[in-house]
């Protein structure tokens, strides 16, 4: 199938859709003037390397529901080891990984020696404990057993069953009580014997720090040109993640977050303020399991039209005020380029000016 979308000028090309894991084949070939086309060209083949998530393009969630055979793409050694060529179970996959349809349904990774591994992207939701079930099954005479990496620490530490009395006769086991962190991660499932299947890992989050962080104190907001710099203390937890500001233009209700990522600052400038309106704000403070504050108390400023950048006196902010700025913007001042009383010429100071002068 042909991958350019326009007729390519140039004597390269970068296919930036191809999947990590993937080996592709590709021809090519000339055009002329007159649309003529040729043959095909000599055939050659690349597998682009790394890794995602499968199917994708979204990590695996948990809490929820981990399918063995989606594993991430990448091939052998970045996302998985098989110690034999070729998916002997010859269902799903096209890699060496032995995947089959599983009599419960979907499908099953089987065929597996101990010291094989899978790996998967996941992302954890919240920082916690949770409790994994696993679904297995297994016709040998002895205990099969395995183990759960995350992040390259053993978080289940071995994980045995007896066997089930056939290769489609699951059964579930569970680790207990696993400390898990939150945020995006990958998870190694590693074999510790030999010969048994797996179908599925359900993660279930079963507590964790339910305690949200304290409101954030003494916060301050002070006006400037089409903005206001706002300040508070630093919240005292350990376990404290950022912090988020909202914003209305009625007092004590009707507030919307205004920053678009957590902040990790106890200060915050906000450049999306219109001259002459009130604006009243509150700071909540947020921990690593993703628990919020209540808000602050509430600090209001009314952005103004004065040109307080206009060092001159020329009624305009333009490219003589700015270098007159820059001079001096990490001097101790208390006087016209102060613009946040601070007594300090500061990076708030210099984000100010420069989003006026902009």
């Not at 014997?193 to 949200?212: K, L, Q």
């Not at 678009?260 to 600052?265: E, S």
Request: aromatic share 14%.
């Amino acid at each position: 199938s042909q991958i350019n979308g326009s007729l390519v000028a140039t004597s390269d090309y970068d296919d930036d859709t191809a999947v990590n894991g993937y080996t592709y084949f590709y021809v090519v070939t000339a055009v002329d003037t007159n649309t003529n086309e040729s043959d095909y060209s000599n055939e050659d083949s690349a597998m682009p390397f790394g890794r995602d998530p499968y199917p994708g393009p979204d990590p695996h969630a948990i809490p929820g529901t981990v399918q063995a055979e989606d594993y991430d793409t990448g091939g052998e050694g970045i996302a998985y080891h098989d110690t034999d060529s070729g998916n002997t179970g010859g269902d799903y996959r096209s890699d060496d990984v032995d995947v089959e349809a599983c009599g419960e349904g979907n499908y099953n990774v089987g065929w597996i020696f101990s010291g094989e591994w899978l790996e998967y992207t996941v992302d954890v939701a919240y920082t916690g404990d949770y409790d994994i079930e696993f679904r297995v099954a297994s016709n040998t005479y002895g205990n099969s057993s395995f183990h759960l990496d995350f992040g390259g620490d053993n978080v289940t530490g071995t994980v045995s069953f007896s066997p089930t009395g056939g290769w489609q006769t699951y059964t579930s086991v569970y680790a207990t009580d696993v400390h898990l962190t939150a945020g995006e991660q990958i998870m190694r499932l590693s074999a510790d014997s030999t010969y048994w299947n797996i179908t599925w890992m359900e993660f279930t989050y079963v507590g964790g720090d339910a305690t949200p962080p304290d409101p954030p104190t003494g916060i301050s907001a002070t006006p400037g040109f089409s903005a206001v710099s706002l300040d508070w203390n630093d919240n005292s937890e350990g376990d404290l993640a950022g912090y988020n500001v909202y914003r209305s233009t009625s007092s004590g209700s009707g507030y919307s977050q205004v920053n678009t990522t957590l902040l990790t600052n106890s200060e915050y400038l906000d450049l999306e303020a219109d001259n002459g309106t009130p604006y009243y704000y509150v700071v909540t403070a947020e921990d690593v399991s993703t628990n919020e504050s209540g808000y602050s108390g509430e600090q209001s400023a009314t952005p103004t039209a004065v040109l307080y950048a206009d060092f001159n006196g020329d009624s305009t902010v333009d490219d003589i005020d700015f270098p007159i700025f820059m001079g001096s913007w990490l001097a101790s001042d208390c006087g016209d380029l102060d613009l946040n009383g601070d007594c300090v010429i500061n990076l708030e100071e210099y984000n100010n000016v420069a989003e006026i002068w902009r």
